[in-house]
């Protein structure tokens, strides 16, 4: 993943000052200014404060700011990441000067350039029901990106994007859109509206089942994949009636030998180790679904699952299928890991299948543990002490 500097930084606004200004915006000292003032901030804040220089350098008016945009448009050298903090800055300028369906025509023009699929939600957090049309009538555009922005910009979950709570608690005023594009013909397209499909899923799985199994009675021959990529947290968790639209009995006749821990003592930053085997018993074919499930541990002791891919694949009567698993344990942002003893488990058609446990350790170049098993905090305040106060 590229960093917050590699994506939105002065050079960024330099160019993006020389493209308004070309297009009407002269001399764009806001947009340029702000560049050498972005060092240190997330994305989202250098998001934020080249979108308020551009709301600062360009009309104030709506037609002359979207005239200033279109023009911009057609100047090759606006492309990339210059161009996500003007998507946000159309939508912010627009609601605030009550204009609506314009602006979204706008932003529509904008997504081939880089997706505007933030820029549409504060649309549909003001008038879902005054958005929905315009989000419909793209899922007929010729420009595949415009038909994804109809998904994409609609997911009521979408990573790094506020949720819309809205569609959270009530995902059907989406469904259309979805049922038009399921079968669209891009990819790029479908990928989306499996995503979206996966967010429903996550608060509303019969919504989610009866959405696929629906498509699967009028299916396009890339139907059946795109199922499966938006019923995935489904299947992970179990839920049978997922399993079993995608043909995966949850009671399947198998031999289960495992999992066998090759590494019962695994340290941060290094790989939990564990074979596994599954015979088909019975006197059919059977589809399955193998994952593995990390028991990890928490601060209280307490043991909390989370569910890792493995296989799926289909076994013969008798056939035996056998394989080993490396899993990393290194140093995550998004996860903590705290030492003692943990689990993994088998997990076949969502059913689990055998467990073994293993011991995670710190780092062997870690500062000293204290009572709690966590780095000792006053190790830590000698080692790195805090800069003097100015």
Not at 186 to 195: D, I, K, L, Q, T
Not at 203 to 209: E, F, I, Q, Y
Request: net charge neutral; glycine share 6%.
């Amino acid at each position: 993943m590229p960093t917050a500097d590699e994506l939105i930084n002065a050079h960024t606004t330099d160019r993006l000052a020389s493209v308004m200004a070309a297009a009407g915006a002269a001399p764009a000292t806001a947009i340029h200014d702000c560049g050498p003032l972005l060092e240190g901030l997330t994305f989202s804040e250098r998001v934020d404060a080249v979108k308020e220089a551009v709301l600062a350098d360009l009309p104030d008016a709506y037609p002359a700011f979207a005239e200033v945009v279109r023009t911009a448009l057609r100047d090759s050298a606006f492309t990339g990441w210059m161009t996500f903090p003007v998507n946000a800055a159309v939508g912010e300028r627009a609601l605030t000067r009550g204009v609506f369906e314009p602006a979204l025509d706008l932003l529509a023009e904008l997504t081939p350039l880089l997706t505007a699929e933030m820029a549409v939600r504060p649309f549909l957090r003001h008038d879902l029901s005054r958005a929905l049309p315009a989000v419909l009538a793209w899922t007929r555009h010729p420009d595949e990106h415009v038909r994804r922005l109809a998904s994409e910009g609609t997911r009521p979950r979408l990573p790094w994007a506020a949720r819309l709570t809205r569609l959270v608690a009530d995902p059907t005023p989406t469904l259309p859109v979805l049922d038009a594009l399921y079968r669209d013909t891009s990819e790029y397209v479908r990928r989306s509206v499996a995503n979206h499909l996966n967010d429903i899923s996550r608060d509303h799985p019969s919504t989610a089942v009866a959405t696929a199994a629906r498509w699967l009675t009028d299916p396009a021959p890339t139907t059946t994949a795109l199922v499966r990529h938006g019923l995935r947290t489904l299947v992970k968790n179990g839920h049978a009636d997922a399993l079993a639209l995608l043909g995966h009995d949850p009671d399947v006749a198998v031999q289960v030998v495992g999992p066998e821990i090759r590494t019962p003592e695994v340290h941060i930053g290094e790989h939990l180790v564990f074979g596994y085997e599954v015979t088909n018993t019975s006197p059919r074919t059977l589809p399955l679904v193998i994952d593995y499930v990390v028991h990890h541990r928490k601060a209280n002791g307490t043991l909390t699952p989370k569910v890792f891919k493995l296989t799926t694949r289909s076994l013969a009567a008798g056939e035996r299928w056998s394989a080993v698993r490396r899993h990393s344990f290194r140093e995550l942002s998004t996860r903590r890991y705290h030492l003692g003893v943990h689990r993994v488990e088998l997990q076949i058609n969502g059913q689990p299948h055998g467990s073994a446990e293993f011991t995670l350790g710190a780092r062997p170049d870690a500062a000293p543990a204290g009572p709690s098993g966590s780095p000792d905090r006053h190790h830590e305040r000698a080692a790195c002490p805090r800069p003097a106060t100015r």
